[in-house]
C-alpha cells in the first residue's frame, strides 16, 4: 500500500493496539471517520446524524496534565488543516482539550507519549520496550531512571508480586 494518511493511521492504530496491555489508556482511542467523498445522500444523513466538518481524526478520551482529552488531525505529505479544522481545533483547545496535528504515525505517537507520560521526563517508550514476562512488566532499572513510576505501575512486576 502507498505512504497516505490512511497508511500513517493503520500503523498508529496497530502501535497503540500492541501497547494497549501495558499502556491501558490506548485502548480507548479511536478514529473519527469524518472525511472522505460520499453520496449526496449518504453525506446528508451522516450530517444528520451528527458528522461535523472540522472534527480532528483521532481522540483519545484520557484526562492529562490538566487537559480533558486529546485530539489528532492526521495530515500527510504537504496537506495542511483546513480552515474548518483549524476552527474546530481552537474551539477544542477552548474547551479544555489538547490538540495537535501529526504529519506521521511515529510523530503521532510522540504526542501520544508526551500526553500519557507517567512523569516528568519519563518517556513511555520506557513502557512499551521494557521487559515483560508472565503479564508482568520488568520495569526500568532504578539507576537507569531513578525517579521512574514504575514503582506506581500496577503493571511492575514488584507491585505484582506485592498482590500475589
Not at 51 to 78: Q, S, T
Not at 106 to 119: G, P
Not at 144 to 154: D, G, W
Amino acid at each position: 500500500m502507498k505512504a497516505s494518511e490512511t497508511t500513517e493511521q493503520i500503523k498508529l492504530f496497530t502501535w497503540a493496539r500492541q501497547q494497549a496491555e501495558y499502556i491501558p489508556e490506548l485502548a480507548l482511542m479511536y478514529h473519527v471517520p469524518n472525511e472522505g467523498k460520499r453520496k449526496q445522500t449518504t453525506g446528508q444523513i451522516m450530517k444528520a446524524e451528527g458528522m461535523k466538518a472540522g472534527v480532528p481524526d483521532i481522540c483519545l478520551p484520557v484526562a492529562r496534565k490538566g487537559y480533558n482529552a486529546l485530539y489528532i488531525e492526521m495530515k500527510f505529505g504537504n496537506n495542511r488543516p483546513t480552515k474548518a479544522q483549524r476552527e474546530y481545533m481552537a474551539a477544542l483547545q477552548e474547551a479544555g482539550n489538547m490538540a495537535k496535528v501529526a504529519y506521521s504515525a511515529e510523530q503521532a505517537r510522540e504526542i501520544i507519549r508526551n500526553y500519557l507520560a507517567r512523569a516528568e521526563g519519563f518517556d513511555l517508550v520506557n513502557c512499551e520496550e521494557a521487559l515483560k514476562m508472565f503479564g508482568a512488566c520488568e520495569g526500568v532499572p532504578e539507576e537507569v531512571f531513578p525517579a521512574s513510576p514504575c514503582r506506581k505501575c500496577e503493571l511492575y512486576k514488584e507491585n505484582k508480586k506485592k498482590g500475589e
